[in-house]
């Protein structure tokens, strides 16, 4: 048996607008209808998986939550890193994790925002590697590279070995240039670095001892003072925050001499650009990846989304990204496309609360949108997950009038609690404590208009919370 | 003393997204922050002017009476054309206008749709052409053309008038192609129709008469037949119908001998493509014009405009038109910009409504928008002027909330009216008689949420209405 340790923190500028710190990439549905998450869970489903284990962010764990529910995943944990520490700290977690359940069955560690549509495929590789993770090397997978990528760092592999189905490793080479990307390519034996490990604890945590003992010292610490709160599990923060930042690549595969490569030919990607994003997805005969409401006349291998309800019309573009959301567009060269990262860096520097915030904030009860805004005033679009619950609260500065347009909803205004079905609306003065929950199994929507003189996000005295924010 | 006669009807498909026909390029604020129409009005202000005469279709009448009250101009009429028969008739119906009223001092006719942003410079022009015109003569403008533009008509002067401030015309050349226009910028005696004219009524009347006897005879009938509705006016529908479609340069300036040019120099556009509305915005040191929340890295000589709520970023670009609304959003490369043409056919063939309806529509009583809309629910923003009164109407599907977020509401809700103010709310259930108004005098500004099972904007039953609607 093999648990699946699936890494979900982090990130999401590289596919900027649509991929933000506040909802980045390993939570939309790039490829299909499934989230990339939701794809990376259903790759290690079946009889040969135990439950995954997941690792994420403290602030991404109702995101986490929200995929495994809508999955009909139930994880053994779900892994709150204190703070970022790379992946060496963060799959050290997990060994110390599975190791004290008396666990130490191989781990299968994968990103959750990489993208494998061929499942069979890669559980085939799975299976090549599991007799060598088991004899305790430490297993990654290289893919064969179909063509000189730049944006990926390389394995070499032993020339002695060349054929076998797991092979030495000569050795870790970082994003080459160019010329070397063609010679690696051309040379063969050289893999692109999937991300993806199978390996069992025990190994792990001795060559841990052996090249990085600093960072199994504090993760031991850290994971034998956790906390839990079902499915969620805290490591110490102190301990963890004091093991180094460093990548597995870079705390132990690089130094090992019981690192093994699986060569593999599927299709993978790290879903790293609009670029990848564009070469991934299916190309009509013109070479355009076209989504949503697109026209596109004499338009030539673009990549151009409409993910708002937004009529998206180009003309005479050659390999052109253009995404458009409901608050936000991004236009450049495909080739060019990985400079969003300036886009973001810019819009940061202005204070612009695009460049992290989705349009659409999650919360633990469920979601809000503004869909309109004017003077003294907002409309706001509010989902309530079924059992979702907003804290009891109330605002200064505003009053707020609900409409329910779908659901059921439990409001309390003041004193008074009453069930509020579709087409039925109520009022809330400013002052008043007032409460929203969704008691039913469908979801509630919700049309909230706000009045008054301040509408920050900010006016709000929370008088008690289900989720512990008050 | 001059009459001014702007031609304020038809058009708008060449600068799609932001014009379309629900709400064309003369009432945009394409420059500065008055629309094409109002800086038109403003160019005929002063003592040497009468009120102007307004020329439109019937479905932009509103539109127009908007746009004078805003630019505080009382017309002497608004003439409604029944249908659209281009400039020959429209020109001869204000001709024929003026004279019923005893009036023959010289039309200044201008489209209102032109952007000409040095008014002494225009009206020095208009006071040089103001003698000949007076004398019977039919006075054209040329602008001395600042490129070899193949996207206008020039006029060829006779040679023998070099240098003289009105000139013969040897010839109205219809868009040359580029080798052409190239020629012609390179003799010099050439300049593009500028398609504004000073001519008297029966002057032009006589030329009709002479080249056009048609036009004259069937909109004289039309004017005789009119039906006044202060401040419109409406030509018998048969009779102008039966005039032939034709521009005034087509039906009489390219047969009669009485046209007269005056040169000039002033800057000038029919603002007739997004790649004019870049010549004419002043471009930064990149070359750029940019609009709205905008960030622009690496880009050089392009156009980028958001009108929108949304935050536009690009990368890398050349020469690149972007422009971004509500609901739709237009790329090409600026010099295929006219190409926005085939793309309202493409979406006209697809019964797309957003080929020509804008994301706000302009009702006689103000506009409405939807800001939202899910299964069984939409929700609109409603703003009605001061005075403005909606139709006293009833939904067999859907019922409504309104909030009034500014201003004050008169609300008939069955039998019973009241008056809301600003946080107040209502229910109308569906089947039951309704009517809004606005009994102040700022605008009002409603959020309206929809709930039904049908939420089509033809589930309408008008049982009273003060703008003849029902």
Redesign the interface.
Known sequence: MIRPVILAGGGGARL??LSRTGNPKQFHALVGDQSLLQATLQRCGGPNFHPPLLSTAEDQRFFVVDQLEEARVTPAAILLEPVARNTGPAIAAAAFWALARGEDEPLLVMPSDHLIEDTAAFQEAIDLAFPSASAGELLTFGIRPTRAHTGYGYIETSADDDGAPVRRVEKFVEKPDLARAEQFVKDGGYYWNSGIFLLRPSAYVRELKLHAPEIATHVEQAMRGASADAPFLRPDRDAFAAAPNLSIDYAVLEKSDRVRVVPVDFAWSDVGSWEAVHDILGADEQGNVLKGDV?A??VRDSL?R?DA?????????ER?L?V?T????????LD?AQ??R??VE??RGRG?S?ADEPARVHRPWGTYQT???????Q?K?IIVKPGGKLSLQKHKHR?E?W?V??GTAEVTVGEKTSLLE??Q?T?IPAGTPHRLANPGTVPL?L?E?Q??SYLGEDDIVRLEDVYGRS
Not at 309 to 316: E, F, I, N, P, Y
Not at 326 to 333: K, T, V
């Open positions: 900027w607008p026209l006349l004499d151009i409409s309800d937004v009529t998206v019309a180009a003309v005479g573009l052109i253009c458009i409901e608050d936000a567009a991004f236009i450049a060269p060019r400079e969003v300036n886009v810019e819009l612009h695009r869909v309109d805004r004017g003077d003294r005033f409309t679009r009053s009038h409409v347009v779908s579709e087409n609306s009022y929507h049309v208009v009045c008054g």
